[in-house]
């Protein structure tokens, strides 16, 4: 009968469903050819109905039936019809193909679940069909367009049932061919029974931020046949990514009805059994299974079609107590992964993965902070234009950008309806209140921790695991791992520790060191006990050792005192605190080894200030300020030291050593000095002088203060060069009276002397620093000459003594070289190489430019004759930007003449640029500051003669001559001045 129908005007269905052609695209056909197809299609459903053997698939053929046969009667545009006519011939012609060999006694599991949902269907169209013939309204609707609406979503609905349908029975299909080989091999085994049902993939999260670049690549590695292992602690959005990454398109393309998503979550790993993980694993692929072997229906189901699988909260069932599971569970992970065209994605904190398995494994990394700052501010946007925005940022800094953590602190400020501040409060007070507003792993910072800690591994280690991780916490490097025995010698299992701790993502190793992110920790500090005294104590040990061992020389000690240094830091603020008479000493000697090895700013300064001292502790606590003061004028911090060598001289007072008061005396006084405050310097001396503590002190000491004083005095020009050094060249002190004679030589040549003479006498004094203690006095007597020869234009001698300076100081690891070798990119300068000077003064070697970054002071001078390099080349731009950015570094740091220097240098250039105004205001400024040092004026440079500015640049020059020539006038020459300017303005305008 069908072949009655001519081919022109009907397309033969199609029965696989995938490609089905959509309702659309099918051609309208004259009403009398559609009724002649519904005369056939009726007819083949008919015959069909009566040769089937199953009761449930005979009633569904003639409910299909029924449906055609009132289309037939009441259509009355027929071809809008046609598409759900085909839909039914593929009904009657899958029904036919599936029930062969089937009766009602031994229909399959699979295939009744099938039958059942298109039944279902197929009697829902039915029954509207009815009931719109019923109302009399089938005629009047169906043509229009919405009934072409209705008919499309039937169409819809039943190529819905018949892809499952299409899948059972290919499943169903793979089933008889396994049996049949059990059969052959004997195997009289059961077979299981298969029920499946559809199962969507979870949502993709809708805050998702910052995994772009990883989601691209773990697509690409799934798309190229890899399996993947997203291993991380709680809270780092391992199965957010997972869930992304189901629904990229290439995933989906590749794996369009088959991307399942199956959870361990809430499973206790002391309970879960081999057979518990196989049920979980088929409800999440939607099928129920029964019998002994529950991986042959899911093996038999995923070899149907390449399906991807992500499998959830892996850890619980890696950890498993059950032996069986742990025998078991793996080896079934690897047959399925060996399934051709499944790809497991398994996200777990442990890294105890099945080992039979090529896993591509992928640490979890934190959030970049602008996809934490995203995150954060889409929660709480009302920070995010405040006042604390900056604030926020540094918080989601302090939390190691942990998404949880992050989102967790969004929420709680939100559901609270906090301020900014009044967050930033809380945080303060109590982190961990902050972090576990709720219950429940995704609500408490706690409750995710706390299923780690559970883990059957971590239980393994006794108390130990947990103290372990109590002192990795403690320490804000955590635990070396080269040193981790040495830390910790009773701990022998150390190791095998830090190990497990890993494996469960606790922990995780950077640069040789076990750390912990930031929210463990406060976890961990607010929920486990401080580390144990034996513990404590052996760290203590080991690093209080190692701080007095060290030295100056590069060495081992000082190799453990750069790599460990915030650990160490951290010791001794704990034991300020706690045993501060019995940490004086350590502190001391770990801020020498800082000053030597690593100049930083440190948080030991509030814990020293913090202590509170008594009688007993005076001179401990002071000796250990003095030793701070000095790292921070060794940072160029000089207010700071200043104020540090303060404290330190009052502490001295009180316990009447007058000695170390005159040292903090006169270290605060050199401060001032080399900040171009000279009167300051000068003043503070004096002042000394007339105090108690002068009588006290020895005649050394007392020479001592009158080097420093002197050292003020000559910059200000207040004494003659003769008298200068003086007092101080005689002193006992061989290294006190020598430095005195070379700066005694140094005044009378900034004061004009004869420089024949100086030279003499400095050559002399040099061959008098041999011993290797006065090396300062043999460079200061170099540097001297250096200036002489420069000063002379004898340019190659001063290249060269500069060069023997730089050498000499070269093993010392100071900022020192880079000092020198900005003076010799200064000569290079002056004989014209520029191209040599700025390669002198801008590629000075990584460990100085580290160095640099640490020493404001250093930073200044190289600023400041990067400018002079740029103004004697006639670079007058990039000359105006390093005079402008060196002003602004003395702002900050509070320096004086290096200030003048470069107001000077700008009013040059606005000066050669024809901008007289401006160059006067320059130069107005640079007169005020040399007031506010006790400079005068002419001699701005007279004691830095490598600070001059080439000869051709003359405005200051004719600036101060005007100024002085002003001063000079009487009350009526300057009347007459005045009014002659005023009358020659006014004819201009």
């Known amino acids: 009968m069908l072949s009655k129908i001519p081919k022109s005007r009907v397309k033969k269905p199609k029965t696989d469903l995938l490609h089905a052609e959509p309702a659309s695209e099918i051609k309208e056909f004259r009403d009398e050819d559609v009724s002649q197809l519904l005369d056939v299609t009726i007819a083949a459903i008919n015959i069909t109905q009566n040769l089937i053997p199953i009761d449930l698939a005979k009633g569904i053929l003639a409910t299909v039936a029924n449906i055609l046969m009132i289309a037939q009667l009441v259509i009355k545009n027929k071809s809008a019809f046609l598409a759900l006519v085909n839909k039914c011939k593929t009904i009657r012609e899958i029904l036919e193909r599936v029930t062969k060999d089937t009766t009602n006694d031994n229909l399959p599991g699979y295939l009744a679940h099938a039958l059942s949902e298109l039944n279902s269907s197929v009697n829902d169209i039915n029954n509207k069909v009815i009931s719109r013939k019923d109302q009399g309204l089938l005629k009047r609707f169906f043509s229009a367009t919405i009934d072409r609406d209705q008919i499309a979503s039937w169409e819809m609905n039943i190529d819905r049932v018949l892809v499952l349908?299409?899948?059972?029975?290919?499943?169903?299909?793979?089933?008889?061919?396994?049996?049949?080989?059990?059969?052959?091999?004997?195997?009289?085994?059961?077979?299981?029974?298969?029920?499946?049902?559809?199962?969507?993939p979870p949502s993709r999260p809708s805050m998702f931020y910052g995994r772009d670049d990883l989601v691209a690549e773990l697509t690409a590695?799934?798309?190229?046949?890899?399996?993947?292992?997203?291993?991380?602690?709680?809270?780092?959005?391992?199965?957010?990514?997972?869930?992304?990454?189901?629904?990229?398109?290439?995933?989906?393309?590749?794996?369009?009805?088959?991307?399942?998503?199956?959870?361990?979550?809430?499973?206790?790993?002391?309970?879960?059994?081999?057979?518990?993980?196989?049920?979980?694993?088929?409800?999440?692929?939607?099928?129920?299974?029964?019998?002994?072997?529950?991986?042959?229906?899911?093996?038999?189901?995923?070899?149907?079609?390449?399906?991807?699988?992500?499998?959830?909260?892996?850890?619980?069932?890696?950890?498993?107590?059950?032996?069986s599971a742990l025998e078991k569970i793996p080896p079934a992970i690897a047959k399925i992964a060996d399934i051709r065209g499944v790809i497991l994605i398994l996200m777990s904190r442990s890294r105890r993965n099945a080992t039979d398995v090529l896993w591509r494994m992928m640490d979890i990394p934190p959030l970049d902070l602008s996809s934490a700052e995203r995150l954060f501010f889409q929660t709480y946007p009302r920070a995010r234009c405040s006042d604390s925005e900056e604030?926020?940022?540094?918080?989601?800094?302090?939390?190691?950008?942990?998404?949880?953590?992050?989102?967790?602190?969004?929420?709680?400020?939100?559901?609270?309806?906090?301020?900014?501040?009044?967050?930033?409060?809380?945080?303060?007070?109590?982190?961990?209140?902050?972090?576990?507003?709720?219950?429940?792993?995704?609500?408490?910072?706690?409750?995710?921790?706390?299923?780690?800690?559970?883990?059957?591994?971590?239980?393994?280690?006794?108390?130990?695991?947990?103290?372990?991780?109590?002192?990795i916490a403690f320490l804000p490097q955590g635990l070396n791992d080269n040193l981790a025995s040495n830390l910790l010698p009773s701990l022998q299992q150390v190791d095998t520790i830090c190990d497990v701790l890993r494996m469960q993502s606790l922990v995780y190793r950077q640069d040789n060191f076990i750390k912990v992110l930031a929210p463990i920790r406060h976890y961990v500090q607010d929920s486990l006990p401080l580390p144990d005294s034996t513990r404590l104590q052996e760290i203590r040990t080991f690093y209080y050792r190692t701080v007095q061992q060290c030295s100056k020389e590069q060495d081992g000690h000082a190799n453990i005192i750069i790599s460990d240094h915030f650990n160490i830091e951290r010791v001794v603020a704990f034991d300020l605190a706690c045993i501060p008479e019995e940490t004086y000493r350590a502190c001391s000697e770990f801020l020498e080894c800082l000053m030597w090895h690593l100049?930083?700013?440190?948080?030991?300064?509030?814990?020293?200030?913090?202590?509170?001292?008594?009688?007993?502790?005076?001179?401990?606590?002071?000796?250990?300020?003095?030793?701070?003061?000095?790292?921070?004028?060794?940072?160029?911090?000089?207010?700071?030291?200043?104020?540090?060598?303060?404290?330190?001289?009052?502490?001295?007072?009180?316990?009447?050593?007058?000695?170390?008061?005159?040292?903090?005396?006169?270290?605060?006084?050199?401060?001032?000095?080399?900040?171009?405050?000279?009167?300051q310097s000068q003043q503070l001396l004096e002042g000394f002088q007339r105090s108690e503590s002068w009588e006290y002190l020895s005649e050394p000491t007392k020479d001592r203060v009158w080097y420093f004083l002197d050292r003020a005095r000559m910059c200000t020009f207040t004494a003659s060069a003769d008298e200068l050094f003086v007092k101080s060249s005689d002193s006992k002190g061989h290294l006190c009276g020598l430095e005195s004679k070379i700066w005694h030589w140094r005044a009378k040549f900034c004061y004009g002397g004869d420089i024949v003479h100086v030279k003499e006498r400095l050559e002399n004094l040099l061959l008098q620093c041999t011993c290797t203690q006065i090396c300062f006095a043999?460079?200061?007597?170099?540097?001297?000459?250096?200036?002489?020869?420069?000063?002379?234009?004898?340019?190659?001698?001063?290249?060269?003594?500069?060069?023997?300076?730089?050498?000499?100081?070269?093993g010392e690891r100071s900022h020192r070289v880079l000092w020198y070798t900005v003076l010799k990119a200064v000569v290079a300068s002056k004989q014209g190489?520029?191209?040599?000077?700025?390669?002198?003064?801008?590629?000075?070697?990584?460990?100085?430019?580290?160095?640099?970054?640490?020493?404001?002071?250093?930073?200044?001078?190289?600023?400041?004759?990067?400018?002079?390099?740029?103004?004697?080349?006639?670079?007058?731009?990039?000359?105006?930007?390093?005079?402008?950015?060196?002003?602004?570094?003395?702002?900050?740091?509070?320096?004086?003449?290096?200030?003048?220097?470069?107001?000077?240098?700008?009013?040059?250039?606005?000066?050669?640029?024809?901008?007289?105004?401006?160059?006067?205001?320059?130069?107005?400024?640079?007169?005020?500051?040399?007031?506010?040092?006790?400079?005068?004026?002419?001699?701005?440079?007279?004691?830095?003669?490598?600070?001059?500015?080439p000869d051709k640049f003359i405005a200051w020059t004719l600036f101060i001559e005007v100024m002085r020539r002003t001063r000079e006038m009487s009350e009526a020459e300057r009347m007459e001045l005045q009014m002659s300017t005023e009358i020659a303005m006014t004819q201009e305008d």
């Open 165 to 200: 349908f299409n899948t059972e029975a290919i499943a169903g299909i793979a089933m008889k061919v396994e049996r049949l080989a059990r059969g052959l091999d004997g195997n009289t085994t059961s077979a299981n029974v298969l029920k499946y049902h559809s199962i969507e």
């Open 221 to 323: 590695l799934i798309v190229n046949g890899e399996h993947i292992a997203l291993i991380g602690p709680g809270g780092m959005g391992k199965s957010s990514l997972a869930k992304a990454i189901l629904h990229e398109p290439l995933i989906i393309e590749k794996f369009p009805d088959r991307r399942f998503f199956v959870t361990y979550d809430g499973l206790d790993p002391s309970t879960i059994t081999f057979e518990t993980f196989m049920a979980h694993f088929a409800r999440a692929l939607g099928i129920e299974i029964t019998g002994p072997d529950p991986l042959c229906p899911i093996s038999t189901f995923l070899h149907s079609a390449s399906a991807l699988v992500v499998l959830d909260n892996a850890e619980t069932f890696e950890e498993a107590s059950a032996l």
């Open 391 to 471: 604030e926020i940022k540094d918080l989601l800094r302090e939390l190691d950008f942990h998404p949880l953590s992050i989102n967790l602190l969004a929420h709680t400020a939100w559901q609270n309806d906090w301020s900014p501040a009044i967050l930033l409060k809380r945080w303060n007070n109590r982190p961990s209140a902050v972090l576990n507003p709720g219950k429940g792993k995704l609500q408490s910072l706690s409750d995710t921790m706390q299923l780690s800690l559970d883990s059957p591994s971590i239980q393994g280690l006794g108390e130990d695991g947990r103290r372990t991780l109590a002192i």
């Open 599 to 679: 100049p930083r700013p440190t948080t030991l300064t509030p814990a020293i200030f913090n202590v509170i001292e008594n009688s007993f502790t005076y001179e401990l606590k002071a000796y250990c300020l003095w030793d701070l003061g000095y790292l921070y004028n060794t940072l160029s911090q000089l207010t700071d030291a200043m104020k540090i060598f303060k404290a330190a001289g009052a502490l001295f007072l009180a316990t009447g050593n007058h000695k170390m008061v005159a040292e903090c005396v006169t270290s605060c006084a050199d401060r001032y000095r080399c900040q171009g405050r000279f009167i």
């Open 778 to 810: 043999r460079r200061d007597a170099h540097l001297r000459l250096a200036v002489v020869a420069f000063c002379e234009d004898r340019l190659s001698e001063a290249m060269g003594i500069l060069q023997k300076i730089v050498e000499m100081a070269e």
């Open 833 to 949: 190489d520029h191209a040599l000077a700025r390669e002198l003064v801008y590629k000075a070697p990584g460990s100085l430019q580290l160095f640099e970054l640490h020493s404001a002071f250093v930073f200044l001078h190289r600023s400041y004759f990067s400018a002079c390099i740029e103004l004697t080349a006639g670079a007058y731009d990039r000359a105006e930007s390093h005079f402008t950015a060196t002003i602004e570094g003395c702002d900050v740091q509070g320096h004086l003449d290096f200030k003048a220097y470069s107001k000077r240098g700008l009013g040059e250039i606005a000066f050669v640029r024809g901008d007289f105004a401006l160059a006067a205001r320059y130069f107005t400024e640079t007169r005020s500051l040399c007031t506010e040092m006790g400079v005068p004026e002419r001699h701005l440079y007279s004691c830095d003669p490598f600070a001059v500015l």
